[in-house]
């Protein structure tokens, strides 16, 4: 059960690799309640099934939350320039302890 849980959320990590980590971890809480939720809808059956998917949503809160306070995170901003009619998507950063 435990296996499960930890190697489920590092699989999602590898996953989420692929992309922009501190895109990611901007909006934690997003990723963090979708993930929870599809490993406890993947897991849903029996009881050791529904511990090994709140084990994994919560490794993969953890994981994101370390990532965050360590590496920082960027979050997306529109910003509307002057004589522009549409505004523009701007990545805002900001830095963690080892930034």
Not at 17 to 39: E, K, Q
Request: glycine share 12%.
């Amino acid at each position: 059960m435990i296996e499960a849980g930890l190697i489920s959320a590092v699989a999602l990590f590898l996953v989420l690799s692929r992309f922009n980590l501190r895109r990611i971890c901007g909006y934690r809480t997003f990723v963090d309640v979708g993930a929870t939720t599809v490993f406890v809808l993947m897991f849903l059956g029996t009881y050791a099934g529904m511990m090994t998917g709140i084990l994994a949503g919560a490794c993969v809160s953890l994981m994101l939350n370390v990532m965050t306070k360590l590496y920082g995170y960027e979050r997306a901003h529109l910003v509307r320039e002057r004589g522009c009619l549409l505004p523009t998507l701007v990545w805002q950063f900001t830095p963690g302890k080892l930034g």
